[in-house]
């Protein structure tokens, strides 16, 4: 990763560690940099990070795919989740002190201050109390992943007390967590998988499948009448045996944007929403919602970090830590 301007020479007063990007590409466009500390507004919350987790909309919006829709102002610190300590609050917020422990989804209109840092001047409505009995990395992978799993789940498609629910891409980031969210409703889920990836489903409570052949044959065993919903978290033409394995009035939803493979599939667009991200820091302090953390690595090492999440077969969430703070 290189280290751009600002990370030698002068030194900044109440200056933080960063990662940004000053143009569109890869993870080979991120660099270290000392940076001001945030500007804060009467009305917000400055956070130090401990522990900011990566999302595949990350590489998507750095790589400037989204470009036509989203204004990105140069240069970008990436990154929307966080988990940290509230360091300190505008003289008009109200809802958190100094001293809170918080989680984020810190998500502006414009791409530029995000929470691949070491601090962040936050809105109250975006942040909520941390789950006390998830560490920091596990609660920084539960803003985004925890919120479109529960929107899916409870929001999309209904989940209720007795349904069955096929979760395509069971093992991952959003998968692992829908699959404990609908068992929390008291659904049967089947969740579908690589071979490596099988007991790691079953651990989350569900009966794991194998993804490919034999797809179709492994849940009508399960479920044969049908599943009642399916949810595709994983892509690549999941949904198109969903014909074979759902009930004629199955509801069925997808985050991958390919409803258009089933008539009747929705695609499932995340929003902020207080009240659901209450409920899942609830969830988790029920016992009933884990996050699972494939791998750790230190803010410095974020590039490397997007290389592991562009290669797929990621296992739960991947985290950087701020290890100035831990």
Known sequence: ?????????????????????????????????????????????????????????????????????????????????????????????????????????????????????????????????????????????????????????????????????????AAGGVGHLAVQIAIARGARVIGTGSETSQAFIESLGAQPVRHGDGLVEQVRRIAPGGVDAVLDTAGRGSLSTTGKVATPEARVASITRSAAEHPGAVDVYCHLDGDDLTRLVELAEEGRLTVHVDRVFPLGEAAQAQRVLAEGHVRGKIVLENRREM
């Open 1 to 169: 990763m290189r280290h751009g301007p600002g990370s030698h020479g002068k030194e900044i007063v109440g200056a933080m560690k960063a990662i940004r990007y000053r143009t569109f590409g890869g993870p080979e466009v991120l660099e270290v940099v000392d940076l001001p500390d945030p500007k804060m507004f009467s009305d917000l919350v400055m956070v130090r990070i401990k522990a900011a987790a990566l999302n595949p909309a990350d590489l998507g919006f750095q790589s400037g795919a989204v470009d036509p829709l989203v204004d990105s102002f140069f240069p970008v610190v990436p990154g929307w989740d966080l988990a940290g300590v509230v360091d300190e609050t505008g003289v008009a917020t109200t809802g958190f002190r100094a001293g809170d422990e918080v989680i984020g989804f810190v998500r502006g209109q414009v791409m530029r201050h995000g929470t691949y840092a070491e601090k962040i001047a936050a809105e109250p409505r975006q942040l909520a109390r941390k789950p006390r009995n998830l560490s920091w990395a596990q609660a920084a992978g539960l803003p985004l992943a925890g919120l479109t799993a529960y929107q899916a789940i409870v929001h999309n498609l209904e989940v209720t007390t007795g349904d069955t629910v096929l979760v395509h891409g």
